[in-house]
């Protein structure tokens, strides 16, 4: 089968053949529909996310993908043959990874597709609601508390805007200009273009602003980051963390519930299809800040970070 890899020294994937991967007693393989690229991808051909992550030699790239179960291990009891599914590969080693035209993972990752969501919809939802979602829980109860929201016109800040309201936090969005409406009817009771300093009770900063962000917290107050390896450093009492994203099937099964209820907003920008980019490559849509793109995009998308 072809997948997409980054190896060494080289800032764009390449796409090269692989066998078909075997599955074990717990695993689903998938026929991909559909998978996204998401800017830690773009970091990982051009370089900086391999040494940030200890990466070395050839790895696979894609973190997202969904599309029809055509084999389960002999323990899978959640999926069957056929079922359209959508699901996360955490393991940034691994050297074929969701840019390919089958993927292997556990059935702890893999939820099903609701009838009423689109599987190149249904591919662009589990890194990013995934992340919202555990840095959210970290971050402890909402009741009576406020939340900044860096980024929250991005993929991953959009998504924490809709489920920190809806779990109860009074939130506060901060992002550019052009991205107050949907913030807004994300949630958010109030939107800023510039950061305040020690205003909320937490941070959950998904820009990745890092130390310019954690004056916006009060004195003993949380701060969540996206950078597990770069954790930043506490000032003021402050207790800081960063979310590390892991597969949850059961909780990406409710995530794409709502997104079929339209709670949590499906958000495209464009799609390529399997003719420009060749082969079985299925391509998904384009989300506007994770730029959720065909798997054979993802140079067009190294450009476009510039």
Same mark, same amino acid.
């Given at each position: 089968?072809?997948? &997409? ?7 764009e994937p390449v796409l090269v053949e692989v066998p078909t991967p075997p599955i074990g007693d717990h695993d689903v ?31 696979? !790239? ?8 055509? $084999? ?11 079922? /359209?599914? $959508?699901? &996360?590969?955490?393991?940034? =080693? ?16 893999? =939820? ?6 689109? %599987? ?6 589990? %890194? ?6 555990? =840095? %959210?829980?970290?971050? #402890? ?5 406020? &939340? !900044? ?8 800040? #959009? ?7 809806? $779990? ?40 990745? %602003? ?40 059961? /909780? !990406?099964?409710?995530? !794409? ?23 079985r490559l299925c391509q998904a849509r384009r989300r506007r800040s994770a730029r959720a793109m065909a798997a054979g ?10």
């Amino acid at each position: 089968m072809k997948t &997409l890899v980054s190896q060494p020294n080289r800032n764009e994937p390449v796409l090269v053949e692989v066998p078909t991967p075997p599955i074990g007693d717990h695993d689903v393989l998938v026929d991909v529909a559909a998978a996204a690229v998401n800017p830690v991808d773009v970091g990982v051909v051009l370089g900086p996310m391999r040494e940030i992550a200890g990466l070395d030699g050839v790895v696979g !790239l894609g973190w997202d993908a969904s599309g029809i179960v055509t $084999a389960v291990g002999a323990s899978v009891t959640s999926v069957q043959d056929g079922d /359209r599914v $959508a699901g &996360l590969d955490d393991n940034l =080693a691994r050297s074929s990874r969701t840019h390919a035209a089958q993927v292997v993972l556990p059935e702890s990752a893999v =939820a099903l597709v609701p009838g009423d969501l689109d %599987l190149i919809d249904a591919a662009s939802v589990p %890194l990013n609601a995934l992340t919202a979602d555990q =840095a %959210l829980a970290a971050l #402890g109860a909402p009741a009576g508390r406020s &939340l !900044l929201v860096t980024g929250a016109g991005g993929a991953v800040g #959009g998504y924490a805007v809709a489920l920190a309201s809806a $779990a109860g936090w009074s939130v506060v969005g901060h992002g550019r200009d052009r991205d107050e409406q949907f913030v807004r009817d994300a949630g958010a009771s109030e939107f800023v273009t510039v950061l305040p300093s020690s205003a909320v009770d937490a941070v959950f900063d998904a820009a990745g %602003l890092q130390e310019n962000a954690i004056g916006a917290v009060r004195d003993g107050g949380r701060f969540q980051g996206v950078y597990p390896m770069a954790v930043v450093e506490s000032v003021r009492g402050i207790e800081t963390s960063a979310v590390s994203v892991r597969a949850d099937a059961a /909780r !990406l099964a409710d995530l !794409l519930r709502h997104s079929v209820t339209g709670e949590l907003a499906v958000r495209v920008a464009g799609l390529l299809t399997t003719r420009r980019c060749g082969g079985r490559l299925c391509q998904a849509r384009r989300r506007r800040s994770a730029r959720a793109m065909a798997a054979g995009a993802l140079r067009d998308a190294a450009r476009q970070r510039g």
